[in-house]
């Protein structure tokens, strides 16, 4: 598969707003650069979700715009906490479902699912249920069925929050990895100070009102992430910064 490349995005004064309520999210700025992996780190309730599906195009905001630079049709995937795998489809079918949507016909799809499966390390499991999965084996194929339509743009909402850490990890390495061999633009929301610090080029701390930007900061840690940068003094500077940041009032 050729690397997809990524999208450029720019939110200028976005609002998004609950019936009479306050606002969610009040005036948000945020431009993305093509290919950049940003982490958007909040306390619960702060509205990650609502802003991850406005870039989603999934709602609209209520002021502001959203640009996004290219933008076309099947170019961005959403990967949730829960898996939403359908449990009477193998994991093959589940992984070749956006591109069966797409009316990519059955030998193709299979292929093409089959590649993403490889990449996420899952294809002997291309055959099973998804009630034969693991927690971190439905994350995973999740994940490829994100991949399969080769997206520009990759949301992930707190992806793998419930799985336990040594499978959090792996997942971490292997979705970094997948970034850095796509050049994809991946957009990462997580109340994980570690995992964004981890994970990211980029971390935007989210206030807990009105999705204010407490900080936003270019993290300094190498390309090449391994499990030895997770007890790294470098990893434990930003993840200061962070926390000082999420702690702020
Ligand atoms: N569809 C909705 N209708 C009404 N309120 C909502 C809706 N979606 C989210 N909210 C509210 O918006 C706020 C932010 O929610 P959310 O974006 O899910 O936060 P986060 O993902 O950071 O935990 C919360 O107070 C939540 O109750
Ligand atoms: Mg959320």
Same mark, same amino acid.
């Given at each position: 598969?050729?690397?997809?490349? *990524?999208?450029?995005?720019?939110?200028?004064? /976005?609002?998004?707003? =609950?019936?009479?309520?306050?606002?969610?999210?009040?005036? @948000?700025?945020?431009?993305?650069?093509? *290919?950049?992996? @940003?982490?958007?780190?909040?306390?619960?309730?702060?509205?990650?979700?609502?802003?991850?599906?406005? &870039?989603?195009?999934?709602?609209?905001?209520?002021?502001?715009?959203?640009?996004?630079?290219?933008?076309?049709? =099947?170019?961005?995937?959403?990967?949730?906490?829960?898996?939403?795998?359908?449990?009477?489809?193998?994991?093959?079918? +589940?992984?070749?479902?956006? @591109?069966?949507?797409?009316?990519?016909?059955?030998?193709?799809?299979?292929?093409?699912?089959?590649?993403?499966?490889?990449? /996420?390390?899952?294809?002997?499991?291309?055959?099973?249920?998804?009630?034969?999965?693991? *927690?971190?084996?439905?994350?995973?194929?999740?994940?490829?069925?994100?991949?399969?339509?080769?997206?520009? #743009?990759?949301?992930?909402?707190?992806?793998?929050?419930?799985?336990?850490?040594?499978?959090?990890?792996?997942?971490?390495?292997?979705?970094?990895?997948?970034?850095?061999?796509?050049?994809?633009? /991946?957009?990462?929301?997580?109340?994980? &100070?570690?995992?964004?610090?981890?994970?990211?080029?980029?971390?935007?701390?989210?206030?807990?009102?009105?999705?204010? &930007?407490? #900080?936003?900061?270019?993290?300094? @840690?190498?390309?090449?992430?391994? +499990?030895?940068?997770?007890?790294?003094?470098? #990893?434990?500077?930003?993840?200061?910064?962070?926390?000082?940041?999420?702690?702020?009032?």
């Amino acid at each position: 598969m050729q690397p997809s490349g *990524g999208v450029a995005l720019d939110l200028k004064g /976005v609002r998004r707003v =609950f019936e009479n309520r306050l606002a969610v999210i009040e005036n @948000l700025h945020l431009a993305v650069e093509a *290919g950049e992996f @940003l982490a958007i780190l909040g306390p619960s309730g702060c509205g990650k979700s609502t802003l991850l599906r406005l &870039i989603a195009r999934l709602a609209e905001p209520d002021a502001g715009s959203i640009h996004i630079e290219p933008e076309t049709q =099947f170019q961005t995937a959403f990967v949730f906490q829960d898996a939403h795998l359908l449990p009477w489809r193998t994991v093959l079918d +589940n992984a070749a479902l956006p @591109l069966e949507l797409m009316g990519v016909a059955r030998d193709e799809r299979h292929g093409r699912a089959r590649t993403a499966l490889e990449q /996420v390390s899952l294809l002997e499991a291309a055959d099973r249920y998804p009630a034969q999965l693991s *927690g971190g084996m439905r994350m995973r194929a999740s994940l490829a069925r994100a991949l399969v339509t080769n997206p520009r #743009l990759l949301l992930l909402d707190e992806p793998f929050a419930a799985l336990d850490e040594i499978t959090r990890f792996r997942l971490d390495t292997q979705l970094r990895e997948l970034w850095r061999q796509r050049g994809m633009t /991946v957009i990462f929301v997580t109340h994980s &100070i570690s995992e964004a610090a981890f994970l990211a080029n980029r971390a935007v701390v989210l206030a807990r009102r009105q999705g204010r &930007i407490k #900080l936003d900061r270019r993290l300094e @840690l190498p390309a090449e992430r391994g +499990n030895e940068l997770r007890t790294s003094p470098e #990893l434990g500077r930003e993840m200061r910064l962070l926390l000082a940041a999420m702690e702020e009032e």
